[in-house]
């Protein structure tokens, strides 16, 4: 799951810069604790960061093509 959630958070940095967390639960098609649990998880690894009151994708050594 937590891909999904990555994945999603990915697309919408691509056009907005981030993702909120209402979009994120719409987008990966869970609910919102399995999203947050990602969250947090994506967060520990640096592969999301908060920003503002959303989130935004981390420093990464790959490309994202969307």
Known sequence: ???HVY???AAEAVEHGG?????LVR???VDEGDVRESLTRLIEHGYVVPRGDGYALGPHTFEVEY
């Open 19 to 23: 993702a909120g967390l209402a979009w």
């Open 7 to 9: 994945e999603a958070v």
């Open 27 to 29: 987008a990966a098609g």
């Open 1 to 3: 799951m937590d891909i």
